[in-house]
């Protein structure tokens, strides 16, 4: 079974600390995704890999930035976090592009305070 | 940014019924389309996904589609409680780009 793992399920921070959320998958799966998921406004694509170092924004990639230094890690940094960052983020990844099947992690809940 | 409605309230269904659920999208150009199903706290998985205009089932499951119309339904025969739980529709507009709806509430009763 493919398995994505996401370091934490709850994360508490203060506003203006540097945040890092994890992801790992173990399948040697090309692509990866960060997604957000708010009540009301369903998931939204933050940014996604599609090889080690490389990079593109998704839809909402403002406050955020990411980093795949090896294949099966690809890791959310949020500069300097504020409250309007609280939110349940979602991590992914597939062998192909997101038009096959996306494997998602269980989900860090973050709360910025 | 490509938009994909889902507009409907929770839904109630009685176990054994079937559960209807829509979905339209604003880019005539897509091609491939998803149903994900979210149970509450966990995590999106993959139920079905469809490609072509018409119908395709999966067991209790059938997308169908309707490129023309620029809709995506999921039909869930003979109910059962495993079925509560959100389902997403996800449209592909290319670029390794999948916008998702905000989802429906199924909730069975037994």
């Known amino acids: 079974d493919v398995k994505v793992t996401q370091s934490s399920r709850y994360l508490v921070k203060r506003t203006g600390e540097k945040v890092f959320l994890e992801c790992v998958q173990d399948?040697?799966?090309?692509?990866m995704f960060w997604y957000r998921q708010d009540p009301g406004l369903g998931l939204r694509l933050i940014y996604f890999s599609y090889d080690v170092k490389m990079k593109e924004k998704g839809d909402i990639p403002e406050g955020y930035s990411v980093s795949r230094e090896k294949k099966e890690r690809f890791s959310l940094i949020l500069e300097s976090a504020s409250t309007n960052q609280t939110s349940m983020y979602l991590c992914?990844?597939?062998?192909?592009?997101?038009?096959?099947?996306?494997?998602f992690g269980s989900g860090t809940q973050l709360s910025v305070l | 940014q490509k938009e994909v409605e889902q507009n409907s309230g929770p839904l109630s269904v009685p176990e054994g019924a079937i559960a209807s659920l829509n979905c339209t999208y604003s880019d005539r150009g897509s091609q491939s389309f998803f149903w994900y199903r979210q149970y509450s706290g966990k995590s999106p998985e993959l139920i079905m996904s469809i490609y072509s205009n018409g119908d395709k089932e999966d067991g209790r499951f059938t997308a169908q589609l309707n490129k023309a119309s620029q809709y995506v339904s999921l039909l869930i025969r003979d109910s059962q409680p495993s079925d509560s739980a959100t389902y997403l529709c996800a449209v592909y507009y290319g670029n390794n780009r999948l916008a998702f709806g905000k989802g429906n509430q199924v909730v069975v009763i037994p």
């Open positions: 399948m040697d799966h090309e692509n």
């Open positions: 992914a990844s597939s062998y192909g592009t997101a038009n096959e099947k996306l494997f």
